[in-house]
C-alpha cells in the first residue's frame, strides 16, 4: 500500500534532498501520520532484523518483502506489538535513504498503549 508521499519530514521541515532528483541518496519524508508527536519512539526497519523470531513473525502478519510502502499500517502496528510484546499505537512513517549503498528504510514511530 502506498501512503501519501510529500516533501516534508513527519515534524514539517522540508525535505532536503527529493527521491526524484537524488535517487541514491534522498533525505527522509513523511508517508504517514496518525498524530505522530516528538514524544514518540521510533525504530529503524533495518534494525528489525536483530529482534528475536523477526522474519517469522513478519511473514505470517506482513508477507515477504522488506518495503513498509507495501503494507497496511494497521498490520505494520499489529506486527510491532507482536514483535515487542506489548500493544503499540503506529504514529507515523518516513522513508529515508541509506547512502552507503542507495537502499531505502523506514523510521516506525510509534506509542504503547496503556
Known sequence: ??????????????????????????????IFNNGW????????SDRLHN????????EEILGIGDNFTRFPSH??????????????????IEEECNCSNGYPYWLLYYRKVS
Do not use: A, N
Open 1 to 30: 500500500m502506498l501512503y501519501g508521499i510529500s516533501r516534508f519530514t513527519i515534524d514539517g521541515q522540508p525535505q532536503e534532498r527529493s527521491r526524484k532528483d537524488y535517487p541514491y541518496s534522498y533525505t527522509r519524508y513523511c
Open 37 to 44: 508527536k516528538k514524544t514518540d519512539q521510533v525504530v529503524w
Open 51 to 58: 529482534e528475536p523470531h523477526y522474519e517469522k513473525i513478519k
Open 75 to 92: 498490520k505494520i502496528q499489529e506486527f510491532l506489538s507482536i514483535l515487542f510484546g506489548y500493544e503499540v499505537k503506529l504514529t507515523g
